[in-house]
């Protein structure tokens, strides 16, 4: 019965029309049953001053922590309703950890109609091909109106990205570039921005598949995005302005002035900053101290080239801890052993996947060299580079 009734809105939600003419594979919003956001008469629980026990009871059997569910104030009047609420997101396929991560971002989704709300949004998502974990960081994908916001959003979206897969691929990517902007007042805008800035419809469509938050950022921003990579080099045909306009539209004008500031202070130079930046764009969204901690540990104790870092800047994207250092490890190892020479390549050697690090230095080496695996693990430590008490160098490239 329920599968029956679930196929049957399902077969409602295939019949929207698409902005470039009608597609039954997208929903209908008048035959769509009334979605709406957080209401008076929508919401079944209400705001509080002080904690309520029995609701801070709920959320803690929900996951959340005792300071964290007593931190929302908020008084669940029925329970059965947010039972029933956890037991419709799981038969959708979410698991307990996403609900868990949703009640802790938003616990009054928890009080909102099962039928009414909650269903026909999640069956328009799953018609789109959306996953559930990659909505369960972002609540509001329940809380906008289906008729109102959501349903021409998506219709303006694959009228400019022109398939079903790619509108997928762009809610997956960032869900709150869809649930946080208005149709009206930031994307339409932001794409007439885009396209008088002299941006080819190709290149607009692809920077929406890759990065959907863009649509939040204000014409002003937009045009100021454009002018800062236009002084790095960067023109409207070149691939790596997308990837430029994705990093930037992520931080403020101010944070990415400072990011610069920071890594001339470690003495890169402004070319070597600007063509490091096109090459990896994401080097500037890491945090101040997080950039320190990698610069300092790659010149500091591993004594490589500030140089030999800006033409290789992947490697700042790197976790020092969970993979620089259980690399760095290994090849010790194998140094010790003399299965590789002291005088490697190291940067080139740390970079790269996880399948191809392991493949080469550590898969290669298991059943002769034990120790590599315990030092992929963290098993043993990594003490430097030393060769007769003296600090390896890096092997000039080139």
Not at 45 to 51: I, K, Q, R
Not at 331 to 354: F, Y
């Amino acid at each position: 019965m329920f599968a029956s009734i679930c196929r049957r809105r399902l077969l409602r939600l295939r019949q929207i029309p698409s902005a470039a003419g009608t597609n039954p594979s997208w929903p209908n919003p008048i035959d769509a049953p009334p979605s709406h956001g957080y209401s008076a008469a929508a919401l079944a629980g209400a705001t509080v001053s002080e904690p309520c026990p029995i609701t801070v009871s709920y959320l803690i059997s929900c996951g959340l922590s005792p300071a964290v569910a007593a931190a929302h104030k908020l008084r669940i009047r029925s329970t059965d309703r947010a039972d029933t609420v956890r037991a419709l997101f799981r038969s959708y396929g979410f698991t307990d950890a996403d609900i868990t991560e949703m009640v802790r971002r938003d616990p009054r989704i928890l009080t909102l109609d099962p039928d009414r709300i909650l269903r026909p949004k999640l069956d328009f998502y799953a018609s789109l091909g959306v996953q559930p974990r990659k909505l369960a960081t972002t609540p509001l994908f329940v809380t906008r109106s289906l008729n109102k916001h959501l349903v021409p959003c998506i219709q303006f979206l694959r009228g400019i990205l022109g398939t079903d897969g790619k509108v997928c691929r762009a809610i997956s990517r960032n869900p709150s570039g869809l649930t946080q902007a208005d149709l009206d007042k930031n994307m339409r805008p932001a794409v007439d921005t885009l396209r008088r800035l002299g941006l080819p419809e190709e290149s607009i469509s692809k920077l929406l598949t890759i990065e959907l938050g863009v649509l939040r950022l204000s014409p002003d921003r937009m045009s100021q995005i454009f002018e800062d990579l236009k002084s790095l080099g960067l023109g409207v045909t070149d691939t790596g302005l997308l990837y430029g306009i994705r990093a930037l539209s992520c931080i403020s004008r101010e944070t990415w002035l400072r990011k610069v500031s920071l890594y001339k202070s470690f003495g890169v130079s402004e070319g070597e900053l600007l063509k490091a930046f096109k090459t990896q764009p994401t080097m500037l969204l890491f945090s101040d101290e997080s950039i320190k901690k990698k610069l300092r540990f790659l010149l500091d104790e591993l004594k490589l080239e500030l140089s030999e870092v800006m033409r290789l800047p992947v490697v700042i994207s790197y976790s020092v801890e969970k993979c620089i250092i259980p690399r760095c490890a290994v090849l010790r190892v194998l140094m010790r052993e003399g299965k590789i020479e002291p005088n490697i390549n190291l940067l080139s050697a740390l970079i790269g996947s996880a399948k191809i690090f392991s493949k080469r230095y550590v898969l290669r080496y298991a059943h002769d060299v034990p120790d590599v695996v315990k030092a992929y693990e963290g098993k043993i430590a990594f003490e430097g580079f030393r060769d007769r008490d003296v600090l390896v160098p890096l092997k000039p490239s080139g």
